[in-house]
């Protein structure tokens, strides 16, 4: 290329590079605004995500919170201040009785009551239980259970109760409505955790009177790890049917407890009773002869500790009453996978001052006492301990530590049991010397005499399934009147087997 061919393309290249140098320069700065308008439009948008995610978070934390405690359904608020727990168990009981159909005594004294054999469903319950504002506690609990019978249905529980009040070194907890106050060790066991398909009976022959299920009540509990003590004030049940005027009564329970060798052992001690100051008025009337209100009764009866059949065996009839009292002491040691406990209990019937009508005005005060006991063990053989629960005072279910699995090889917890129990309903029934007069003026009472004597196990597939087998012999002695002496009581086994489901 010639020298004037390099100048004019020389020429021509500058003037092009001069010609689009300031197009050049607004297409960058047109650029730079896109490019601003982008990161501002970046900025927003993290700003909005991230607004959102405080919202989300937030709302989150907020939350209610779903657990299953030992697969139970509990929603919980965030603040902890709010629960609410779903409840429930059945216990489906399956058994049979052997008699022979021969009474206590002699083959000429038959009198025996043939008891149903068959399935019932002894408790079905649902209800919730949860926490208000951190400090009140709350239950309500309905069951179709029944004993021999299956329940159309009625309240079990329905309470508040207040927690707020702490102790130097324990709890306190006030409660008011209907409940079961705790009142005697085996009473105050959960049906979940009682070692035999029922209680013994003593248990039930004070507790009918001032404790058991849906008994309205107002008082307090207060526990640490070695002591426990109750009272309250007690009405009737919401089972109990209409009354003029409903019952007013006392109850209380005390305990301790220590442990040894290296918490591996546990001693506990207490003692519990009652008083019923006014009972069930069923019908308003005139002023009875003592100046009482309309004549009140009280009647101690109880089935043979297997509830497939309603019968009761034992039984001291309706007796005009004015009053009742209860109290007995409890022990019970564990070691290691061992335990042991027994109870004994003196109940008392204070009865209107009867006229003695074959003695013309001749009156008598007095009071028909009987009493019962009973005396329990048990050994795990998986080697599991029955925990001792420090809040109600008494012993729990096994805590399984190796559920039931085939394919894991492992099988639950078994544990062999015993008991003997016995009761006495009698009351001055021997005629002569000094219950001459009492025979003459009602006090005399053959409620009859019970005695059971069991065997079992019970297998604990996990913490939420039990199966219960019962084997009974049991020995009842009652003479229907003083002037008859005729037996109606027997001798027979028994066989009992629950399918237990509770969370």
Known sequence: MTMKSKLLAGTILGAFAFSIAPAHADAQADMQKQIDALNQQIQDLQVTLGNKVNK???????????????????????????????????HLDAGTYFQDGEGFGSDDQRATKDLSSGTNFRRAELGVEGVAFRDWYYAVNYTFGGSGVEDVGRVKEAYIQYRGIKLPAGMLKITVGAYQEPLTMEDSTSSNEILFMERASINNIVTDQLGGEGRSALGFQANGDNWFLSNYL????????????EQTGYAGRGAVNMTFLEDA?????????????QPSQLTSGAA?????????????????????????????GALQADGFYAYGAELAASYKNAYIQGEYYVVGVDRYKLVNSAASSSNLDG????????????????????????????????KVTAPFDLNAGTWGALELKARYSFLDLNDNDQAGDK???????????????????GAGFNWYPNNNIRFMVDWMNVS??????????????????ALGIRTQFAF
């Open 288 to 316: 009875a002869a003592s100046g009482t209100t309309a004549a009140t009764t009280i009647q101690l009866r109880d089935r043979p500790e297997l509830r497939l059949d309603a019968t009761r065996l034992v039984d001291t």
């Open 435 to 453: 219950n001459s007069l009492a025979v003459a003026n009602g006090l005399a009472v053959r409620g009859g005499e019970q005695q059971v004597i």
């Open 265 to 277: 052992g546990r001693i506990h001690a207490g003692a519990s009773g009652g008083v019923v100051m």
């Open 476 to 493: 009842v002695d009652k003479l229907t009147s003083l002037s008859s002496n005729k037996q109606v009581g027997q001798n027979y086994n």
């Open 234 to 245: 007690v009405g009737s049940t919401v089972a109990t049917a209409a009354t003029f005027d």
């Open 56 to 90: 989300v978070e937030k709302a989150q934390a907020e939350a209610p919170q779903w657990t299953f405690n030992n697969a139970r359904p509990v929603v919980t608020s965030a603040d902890g201040r709010f629960s609410l727990a779903l409840r429930g168990r059945f």
């Open 367 to 398: 009071t028909n006492e009987f009493s019962g006991y009973y005396v329990q063990g048990s050994w795990i053989v998986t080697g599991e301990n029955k925990p001792y629960k420090t809040e109600t005072a008494t012993y729990g279910a096994p």
